[in-house]
């Protein structure tokens, strides 16, 4: 049930939005990795996942926040049984730790998915980056994060609107980068979000 | 359903075995590196081919209706073309909407059921007025006009200029229509074809480099003149006389070539090589129907005017 249910979904998101890969920097593997993406619309996960060759959709487990994936019986199916999300914490209680299930994730084997900005923004920049990446990176030094840039989700489904438009999206998957020894918390998430901008180039398009 | 329908497909399918039989053969022989590819792209452009005349002949041959949905989805495909590679603003999203959802879908439908008089107006003067005027409520003027004229081009090519080549259905000539559409197809895709061939085989001197890197003055008119030929010898699937035919084909192949021009201009404009990914070796639809924009509505109207009832 769930398999069918995911893979009707993942169908209807390639034919609706064309999530298209474009593995620039890097090629698809099943290493485990940290994605991190832009976040413009709710169309984000789905679209990041179904751009991912089936073998690495299966090892993959995309960030959600729980206040909107949690919040109904049917976002929740979709989110927990058919993409295998995990469901963060964004405002937690003092004293713990909001990372731990994604930690969990990646110490099982699973690459993840994240979308540092925290929230959707308006598709025309991309806003500052939060610190759990940097806290990974810290964890899990080993790990390459790749950075990815959805581009043209904002214009489908933008924040605001009920309204789809059905141009085509493409993932473009960039070099992975890790964190250097001894590398300040700021200038990480700078570098971080800065590969993430490189990939919006039109310039270095196709 | 006619007899001459049945013999066109037979012919255009006996020439599509033929080329996949000579594109079979040039596969052994080609060795060298850049040669090898020439190959591929070829043999990928042939089986596309085959999809292609399929879809489109099982549409025609099934009858009117499913030849205009046909188009319409057509239409609908290389409008989505069209905006993924054009950029937009917020303050357009319900303008582009109402392209997709409600202007392509109406104006088709005019066709449909047969509204002449409304079809040909619709879009260029009541989506040209009434979607800028809905893009003004978002309140954003930045490039203002740029952004109502990227509006109103999308559709005109995508949607109306191309669905000139079903409205052919419409038109009483003494003989079946679908075989005027049948031939404007041929003449216009076997232009493409025989420039592209002539090209590979005598091409020396760029037409004009910066816009399409692969034209060639040999590939235009050696295409040209054979497209013209093979219309002059079809002139009996149309009301044309032989003459007649010859001139229509010329105005056909000059248009077409100026559609996939005007079309290359855009995507270089747009920093694209391609408008899409759907058909191997073909780049989208749009690359595939870009000299059918500018051919579909002369032939429509030469047709319209000087040989319809």
Not at chain 1, 151 to 159: A, E, F, G, S, V
Not at chain 1, 180 to 199: H, K
Not at chain 2, 77 to 82: G, I, S
Not at chain 2, 123 to 137: K, Q, R
């Amino acid at each position: 049930m769930t398999e069918l249910v995911s893979g009707l979904l993942i169908w209807l998101v390639r034919l609706l939005l064309g999530a298209r890969a474009d593995w620039r920097g890097c090629a698809p593997n099943s290493e485990r990795r940290i994605y991190f993406a832009n976040h413009s619309s709710h169309f984000d996960t789905l679209a990041v996942m179904a751009a991912l060759p089936p073998p690495v959709r299966r090892l993959t487990r995309p960030a959600a926040a729980q206040d909107y994936w949690g919040a109904s019986p049917a976002r929740r199916f979709i989110a927990e049984r058919c993409l295998r999300a995990v469901l963060i914490d964004r405002a937690p209680p003092a004293g713990t730790d909001p990372l731990a299930p994604l930690q969990r994730a990646l110490e099982g084997g699973c690459s993840i998915l994240i979308f540092p900005e925290g929230t959707r923004g308006d598709g025309e920049a991309i806003a500052r980056f939060r610190s759990g990446i940097f806290q990974l990176s810290q964890r899990f030094p080993d790990v390459d994060l790749v950075p990815v840039y959805l581009d043209n989700l904002q214009r489908i489904l933008p924040k605001g609107s009920f309204l789809i438009v059905p141009i085509t999206c493409t993932a473009r998957f960039g070099a992975p980068l890790r964190a250097a020894p001894g590398e300040e918390r700021g200038a990480f998430l700078e570098r971080a979000r800065a590969a993430v901008l490189q990939l919006a180039e039109p310039g270095s398009a196709r | 359903m006619t007899q001459q329908l049945i013999y066109v497909l037979a012919g255009i399918a006996a020439l599509l075995v033929i080329a996949s039989a000579t594109g079979v053969v040039l596969e052994r022989r080609a060795s060298e590196p850049r040669a090898r590819e020439t190959v591929h792209n070829l043999n990928a452009r042939i089986r596309a081919w085959w999809v292609m005349i399929v879809v489109l002949g099982g549409a025609i041959v099934l009858g009117e209706t499913t030849t205009i949905i046909l188009f319409t989805l057509l239409s609908f495909m290389a409008l989505r073309e069209f905006w993924t590679l054009t950029p937009s603003r917020r303050g357009d999203h319900v303008a582009l909407f109402l392209s997709f959802f409600v202007v392509l879908p109406l104006h088709y439908l005019l066709l449909g059921v047969g509204r002449y008089g409304l079809f040909s107006i619709f879009i260029p003067v009541y989506a040209f007025l009434i979607l800028p005027a809905v893009t003004t409520l978002a309140g954003d003027t930045s490039e203002f006009l740029a952004r109502s004229a990227k509006v109103q081009w999308g559709l005109m090519l995508t949607v109306y200029a191309v669905s000139h080549a079903p409205a052919l259905l419409l038109l009483e000539t003494g003989g079946p229509a679908a075989l005027l559409l049948v031939y404007l197809i041929v003449v216009v895709q076997l232009s493409d074809v025989f420039q592209y061939v002539w090209g590979k085989l005598l091409g020396r001197r760029l037409l004009a480099p910066g816009i399409s890197p692969s034209k060639t003055v040999e590939g235009l008119v050696g295409g040209a003149l054979s497209a013209i030929l093979v219309g002059t010898l079809l002139h009996g699937l149309t009301p044309f006389t032989p003459l007649q035919a010859a001139a229509i084909s010329a105005v056909i192949v000059v248009a077409g070539f100026f559609g996939g021009f005007v079309l290359s201009a855009i995507k270089r404009d747009l920093k694209a090589k391609d408008w899409g990914y759907l058909i191997e070796g073909h780049g989208g639809v749009l690359d595939r129907i870009d000299s059918l924009t500018f051919a579909a509505p002369l032939f429509f109207h030469m047709t319209r005017y000087w040989f319809a009832a």
